[in-house]
């Protein structure tokens, strides 16, 4: 059974930092790509950040410079380092696996940046 927990959610004010983990099991995770979605009340879930097998990452435009993704394949945990977080940064984050037909997600984590 693949599962993927994601922890690191919370309440935040404008201009801290939050560091998100996802934990993966049921899946050989050097192997994914590994993805960050978010999902704001009443709009599309768009991807945030994205990181290889090889490492490579890339990030959406309104997140780079702001955001880190990296990955610890022999914790199997993807994680996502928020700094300078913006109200704008609300949403729902979600970690996600994708390889081929493969397609796996976790449950969401809440992060509010508010003051």
């Known amino acids: 059974q693949v599962q993927l927990v994601e922890s690191g959610g919370g309440l935040v004010q404008p201009g801290g930092s939050l560091r998100l983990s996802c934990a993966a099991s049921?899946?050989?995770?050097?192997?994914?790509?590994m993805n960050w979605y978010r999902q704001a009340p009443g709009k599309q879930r768009e991807l945030v950040a994205s990181?290889?097998?090889?490492?490579?990452?890339n990030y959406a435009d309104s997140v780079k410079g702001r955001f880190t993704i990296s990955r610890d394949n022999a914790k199997k945990t993807v994680y996502l380092q928020m700094n300078s977080l913006k109200p704008e940064d609300t949403a729902v984050y979600y970690c996600?696996?994708?390889?081929?037909?493969?397609?796996?997600w976790g449950q969401g984590t809440q992060i509010t940046v508010s003051s």
């Open positions: 996600n696996a994708r390889r081929g037909v493969s397609d796996f």
């Open positions: 990181i290889t097998t090889d490492m490579i990452t």
């Open positions: 049921g899946i050989f995770f050097s192997f994914y790509p």
